[in-house]
């Protein structure tokens, strides 16, 4: 008799742990999920990719406080677990854990590798936080919050304490659109080439040269009239309509390039952020971010509401049936008038009657938002960008 019933008291044993098993799992999914709502409800700027399987809780983050609460939170249910998540930053990166770009524009891509979507880009000197390693690509975020992978020969790694001492350094920034360093005053051999909000160290002053520093320790010279000495540059931004359509229409021409920050291309969004970034302010990076921001001006295309400086958001309007999809940006320069990159930065109208009227993005107006003068914990002064990283 005992030899009937010990298989089906096993049998019986398989079952309810193996229904205690499946109950954790849903159970703990369901509080990664909340946690994951709470603390990175953007993958773009924040990571948690977790899951739990076969009693392990697995994946990566960087988010240490939220991780030390889901934890907490097991162990209080006494659910039991192995906990094999990869904090990050990763601890195989050592005390490594910083970045300075080091070329004029870092390409910032979706995936560790050159054939993937440029997500975004980064400036020289830009700071950045590093998360981990994949064969030569590194996972960052820059000081926007965006997460993505930058190509080892873009950036220069840096402990906080090399950081900190570069952030110490006299400091000049580019402002003119385009420019060079060159090996020696003559001018007859290239270092690199240069855009504007490019940020280099001075190591020697000329009359009409400054002899610089790019963050990974090449050396060379720039004509004084293509840069300004840190300080004095950051006193003198500001987000007046005229220092705002001024930057706008500099860059007149520039070609469409999706993901692009940058005077060697820009997308929609990457075209607004450059011009706030250029007169002072750090703004989110996608258009979806962008509307996020600031205040409510106009969705009933009332144009006389509108102010330099505002940006007008398209789109698909939502319904019952599908969300609400923002696909582009512009900025408002007044007369009836908007720039924008679509193709190339131009300058579109609203009215039927100008040479510039734009019936497709009218047809696919949603609203237009102020972030000028409006304060918000996810736009930033540029002086923060060598303080807060």
Same mark, same amino acid.
């Given at each position: ?12 044993? %398989? ?14 999914? *369901? ?5 994951? %709502? ?10 948690? =990719? ?42 195989? &990166?050592? $005390? ?5 770009? *080091? ?30 390693? =994949?064969? #030569? ?63 280099? %160290? ?11 520093? &790019? ?31 001024? *930057?706008?229409?500099?860059?007149? #021409? ?12 820009? =997308? ?11 007169? #002072? ?16 001006? $106009? ?11 505002? &940006? ?78």
């Amino acid at each position: 008799m005992q030899r009937i019933y010990i298989p089906i008291l096993v049998s019986l044993v %398989t079952v309810l742990f193996s229904c205690e098993s499946k109950n954790h799992n849903e159970e703990v999914s *369901t509080l990664i999920e909340a946690k994951r %709502t709470e603390v990175a409800p953007d993958k773009r700027v924040a990571l948690w =990719d977790l899951r739990f399987e076969n009693d392990s809780l697995k994946g990566e983050t960087n988010q240490p406080v939220a991780l030390k609460e889901l934890i907490d939170e097991l162990n209080a249910q006494q659910i039991n677990f192995t906990d094999a998540v990869l904090r990050l930053p990763d601890a195989e &990166l050592g $005390d490594k854990t910083k970045a300075l770009v *080091t070329i004029s524009v870092a390409n910032i891509r979706s995936q560790p590798k050159h054939s993937a979507e440029l997500a975004t880009q980064a400036l020289m000197g830009t700071p950045l936080t590093v998360l981990k390693e =994949d064969d #030569g690509w590194f996972l960052v975020q820059t000081p926007d919050g965006y997460l993505s992978w930058v190509d080892r020969a873009g950036i220069h790694l840096m402990t906080e304490a090399e950081l900190e001492h570069w952030f110490r350094e006299p400091k000049v920034v580019i402002t003119a659109l385009t420019g060079y360093v060159w090996k020696s005053t003559d001018k007859s051999e290239m270092v690199s080439d240069l855009v504007a909000g490019d940020i280099l %160290t001075i190591a020697e002053e000329s009359k009409d040269q400054l002899k610089v520093n &790019l963050p990974d320790g090449r050396q060379g010279w720039i004509s004084s009239s293509e840069a300004q000495e840190w300080e004095s540059w950051i006193a003198s931004r500001n987000t007046t309509p005229e220092a705002l359509i001024t *930057t706008a229409k500099q860059m007149m #021409g520039t070609p469409y390039l999706w993901g692009g920050t940058s005077i060697k291309g820009v =997308d929609c969004s990457g075209f607004t952020k450059t011009i706030f970034y250029l007169n #002072g302010q750090i703004i989110p990076r996608d258009a979806s971010q962008q509307i996020n921001e600031g205040d409510l001006v $106009d969705e009933d295309k009332n144009w006389e509401k509108l102010q330099v400086g505002d &940006l007008l958001f398209f789109g698909v309007k939502g319904s019952d049936e599908k969300k609400e999809r923002v696909v582009h940006v512009g900025m408002w320069i007044g007369n009836g008038e908007f720039i924008h990159s679509r193709g190339l930065v131009r300058i579109s109208s609203f009215d039927p009657e100008n040479p510039n009227y734009d019936e497709y993005e009218l047809g696919r107006y949603l609203r237009t938002k102020r972030i000028v003068n409006v304060p918000s914990e996810h736009i930033l002064s540029v002086s923060e960008l060598l303080t807060n990283n």
